[in-house]
């Protein structure tokens, strides 16, 4: 799309995580960063729809399709089970596409997107946010660099009051026809993705999972290992509970051969090393766009941070024909760790290895805008 003018952004869904990549995309369209403008948002809650529409100067539009044959680039905030309408509608009218996690409710239903993706041969990104995260990003430097030797053992726990009250209201996360599955699939993908991209593929998982709010279908408890093929072993913990006065919080604990790292707060951290000799403890800075840009004041804008570098790389990555990054193949790697999991809980917690069929990658990241 280079040299084609303002890239036109529709967005289906009109919740939280909507409203997340709509205030980060209109902090950078404001200052310049990215030709691009909020053009139309479907959702099948009208009147969430007319609030975003009217809030931001979008035009309230009837369905996914009417968006992409409005727009230049689609975006998946729907419920999981949505997603694979907002990709259909991309690829029909050959629009960007960019998709929240997890693709779908299952590893089949995700390679089916993932394929109907491929073939249509549009650009496609993964909403894997942790990626630009920059304590995320300082840990994957500091295996790559090797400096402290290899990486022994990691523990990891995400934790936050069950989305389907407070400030997510995501009533469908309850619903297993909706949310394919609970806390796993919906919140703790992105730990198994930057476990993944820090630490290397996965040879198997033995895990267990339990449900303790009454949702058929939907686990409020993981408890897992990752074994990785370069030797590294990854305990993660993922729970969905009712403390309304927690946030959503993430704990990581990384046990290098000569240091011992570990943070509390999964975007700036502070990240504290520590080694025989002293413990140094540093705050992890994102690009200095991120820290300039103008957003909501309070608890909104500090929500909407984390997801302004992830949108700029969309935005360019299409109106410059690169490929985005995380591509709906690193989507689907944490898919497959995921469904060795459910696989090995439903065994009783004998170990399961990841397996797909990956789908290829599109021969360029080109789309034709009409």
Known sequence: ???????????????????????????????????????????????????????????????????????????????????????????????????????????????????????????????????????????????????????????????????????????????????????????????VDVARWCFGPVSSVTSSIANFAGYEGIEDTAAGVLRHAGGTTVSLVSVWHSVLSRGSARRVEVFFERAMVSFDDDFTGPIAIQTSEDTVTRRCDPPAFVEELRLPEGPVGIGVRPYVEENRNFVEAVTTGAAPSPSLTDALQAHEIVDAWYRSAASGGQPARPSVESPHEPADGGCRRT
Request: charge should be negative.
């Open 1 to 191: 799309m280079p040299g084609e003018g303002t890239l036109r952004v529709g967005l289906v869904g009109a919740g939280v995580i909507a409203w997340a990549h709509a205030l980060a995309l209109r902090g950078l369209i404001r200052e310049g960063l990215v030709d691009a403008e909020l053009t139309a948002v479907h959702d099948r809650d009208a009147g969430r729809a007319a609030a975003m529409a009217d809030r931001l100067g979008m035009a309230r539009l009837d369905s996914a399709d009417e968006v992409a044959e409005q727009c230049d680039a689609v975006y998946a905030c729907t419920f999981t089970a949505g997603h694979f309408g907002v990709a259909r509608a991309a690829a029909r009218f050959n629009r960007a596409l960019f998709c929240e996690k997890p693709l779908a409710r299952s590893l089949p239903e995700s390679l089916s997107l993932a394929r109907l993706v491929a073939e249509a041969g549009i650009p496609a990104q993964a909403g894997l946010v942790l990626r630009t995260a920059p304590v995320y990003r300082e840990l994957a430097e500091l295996v790559r660099a090797g400096t402290f030797g290899r990486p022994m053992t990691a523990i990891m726990r995400n934790d936050q009051f069950f989305p389907i009250q407070g400030h997510y209201a995501s009533t469908w996360r309850k619903d297993a026809s909706e949310a394919g599955s609970g806390t796993l699939l919906e919140h703790a993908i992105h730990d």
